[in-house]
């Protein structure tokens, strides 16, 4: 028998993890780059810095966010309801929404550092990265719910014996 569980606590939880991992992700490479700009070990230019300065900034900012208003994204994600089934398809389709949130707030941060480098000659590999990050996010957020149910029939398929 599958167990009953609340979705939306579920959710929120997985949201608050997400911030937390958005927030202090770029946290290492942050200080590296300020330790070596501010003991001169490498020049490292002004369009760099502020790059990285972006990067860090709008990750924890967005990884904050997420932390902050998880309550009020889990109501918004996850329908109304006492409890469910925890069953394979529902956690896939949780999974599908967090990657999707995920995707789209790297390529958003990504686009962030674009625009951040003040130059017309500005990667155009950030630009591509972000802009192809925020559409497989948005795309896997709006896919979720037909993700789930490949996943439970291929769960079925193999289940069935097919390999």
């Known amino acids: 028998m599958m167990p009953r569980m609340q979705m939306r606590p579920l959710m929120a ?9 958005m927030a202090l992700r770029p946290l290492p490479d942050a200080a590296v780059s300020l330790s070596i700009a501010l003991a001169g070990q490498e020049d ?3 369009s760099v810095l ?3 300065f972006v990067h860090f900034f709008s990750n924890t900012l967005i990884g904050l966010s997420l932390i902050l208003w998880r309550e009020a994204l889990s109501r918004w994600l996850v329908p109304q309801g006492s409890g469910v089934l925890v069953s ?6 949780v999974g599908t929404v967090l990657m999707g949130i995920y995707f789209i707030a790297a390529g958003t941060v990504l686009l962030g550092e674009f625009l951040a480098q003040q130059r017309p000659n500005a990667s155009a590999y950030l630009l591509g990265r972000g802009g192809t990050s925020v559409v497989v996010g948005a795309v896997l957020l709006l896919s979720s719910a037909g993700g789930s149910r ?6 079925k398929l193999r289940s069935a014996g097919w390999r």
Not at 13 to 20: D, N, V
């Open 13 to 21: 939880s997985l949201l608050a993890l997400l911030g937390l991992w």
């Open 44 to 46: 490292i230019s002004s």
């Open 50 to 52: 502020m790059a990285q």
């Open 88 to 93: 394979p398809r529902a956690c896939m389709a």
């Open 150 to 155: 490949l996943w439970a029939l291929l769960l």
